[in-house]
């Protein structure tokens, strides 16, 4: 993935593919049938044979298309893991294997991917090769049930085995054909990077790589780490290996900081510009339970809350009845037990605290919330307007709210 292949004045089309279905279904090995590298690094990968880490692979499609690939592990009790790496993705590449059909991990993972406001996607029938008889159409039907509603009813289906490389061809060609036609993200505005791996290189100090949210990075900028607030510089960015000056929001980038040390750094911390994003314990969301029969949310239970690449708990206040059950939703309110970094229009994943499963989605209306009763009708009224009303309204009733005090710059943009 390096600059130099872009054609003169040419824009680099860059974007990050999520792979999502259920435990050996083929995710790994299609990954290193596209790009020739083997995602698996750990030892404990290598002797079970399933991923349990997030992995990482560059796919060149075509001199100005990349796509920073995130394989991400299937099985149930790597779900934390899984949500982690799909944080940042553009398109989703779900997997499911011919012998076994949908399985409870290829439901849950469209399940996460619907609640992070995936649009663009490819269903892949993996180890196609062993299919068995006439089947396909019994599969592809079930298929197409699971994925009724979601961003991947419309998706092309395409059967590829890793192993022959039936169908592999195909699947690059689909990939291209929607990575040109999705819109790029912006790169003119804040830089924010997601933070999923931290380690100490010799020679270089210390590392995180992420998926780039937004904006661009520059080597010798200032930048803040979220949420403790330590200024750090860039020394060094890398994309898959590559050196480069810059880096642009839809790239996995490496980063080399200077100004803070190794164990002052954790999964799930934001790299960003400084004074841009709120952190926050309280933030005001429109909550939308998953379309599963077993699946409930009553006002004030615990939650596992999912955002970027961090876990939090907090409690859920629901501002529009007690309890929410199937596809049910609500504006609400998350009072954290740890801080978030977010914007508004961010999504996250709610899950059970126990047993963990994967509940439904939020998505941001008011990052920086004040604690309120569940029956202040003119707080609701506010959300109400925060969601649904013209920008210069909510941005005029913010500043009204804020009176002389004034109000801070992450609540400024509307």
């Known amino acids: 993935m390096s600059a130099s292949r872009h054609p003169p004045g040419a824009p680099a089309r860059h974007f990050i593919l999520g792979t999502a279905g259920h435990v050996d279904h083929g995710k790994t090995e299609l990954v290193r049938a596209l790009t020739g590298h083997d995602t698996d690094r750990l030892k404990e990968e290598k002797e079970r044979g399933i991923s349990i880490e997030l992995g990482f692979a560059p796919l060149v499609l075509a001199d100005d298309v990349f796509l920073g690939i995130i394989d991400v592990p299937g099985h149930e009790r790597f779900v934390r893991q899984m949500v982690a790496g799909a944080g940042g993705i ?3 590449m779900l997997l499911v294997a011919a012998d076994e059909g949908v399985m409870p991990q290829t439901v849950e993972h469209i399940e996460v991917l619907r609640s992070l406001g995936i649009q663009h996607g490819i269903v892949v029938v ?6 068995a008889g006439d089947t396909r159409s019994l599969l592809e039907a079930d298929i197409a049930e699971h994925v009724r509603g979601t961003f991947l009813e419309n998706a092309p289906v ?6 022959t490389g039936e169908g592999v ?3 690059r060609a689909a990939l291209l054909e929607m990575a040109r036609a ?11 990077l997601a933070v999923d791996r931290v380690f100490h290189q010799k020679g270089i100090g210390v590392v995180i790589t992420g998926s780039a949210y937004s904006g661009q990075v520059r080597v010798g900028d200032e930048l803040d780490l979220l949420p ?3 200024s750090v510089r860039i020394r060094e960015i890398q994309s898959f290996g590559n050196r480069r000056s810059e880096g642009f929001a839809g790239e996995r980038l490496a980063l080399a900081l200077h100004g803070v040390k190794l164990e002052d750094i954790h999964r799930g911390d934001t790299l960003a510009t400084p004074r841009q994003f709120a952190v926050t314990h309280t933030i005001d969301v429109r909550v939308t339970l998953a379309a599963s029969d077993d699946v409930t949310i009553a006002n004030r239970d615990r939650l596992r809350i999912h955002h970027g690449a961090r876990e939090v708990l907090g409690r859920i206040i629901l501002f529009q009845s007690d309890a929410l059950h199937r596809g049910d939703s609500s504006l609400a309110q998350l009072r954290l037990e740890e801080p978030l970094v977010v914007a508004a229009g961010d999504r996250m994943v709610l899950r059970a605290y126990s047993p963990p499963h994967v509940t439904g989605g939020a998505v941001v209306l008011e990052p920086r919330a004040q604690a309120h009763r569940r029956s202040d009708a003119a707080a609701i009224e506010r959300l109400r307007l925060r969601e649904d009303g013209d920008p210069l309204d909510v941005l005029a009733r913010a500043v009204e709210r804020a009176g002389v005090a004034g109000m801070p710059e992450t609540e400024a943009d509307p």
């Open 228 to 230: 403790s607030g330590t």
């Open 90 to 92: 553009d398109m989703a």
């Open 169 to 171: 061809d195909a699947l």
């Open 182 to 192: 999705i819109e790029v993200r912006p790169a003119d505005g804040p830089f924010r």
């Open 158 to 163: 395409l059967a590829v085995s890793a192993r």
């Open 126 to 131: 993996s180890k196609s090769d062993l299919e």
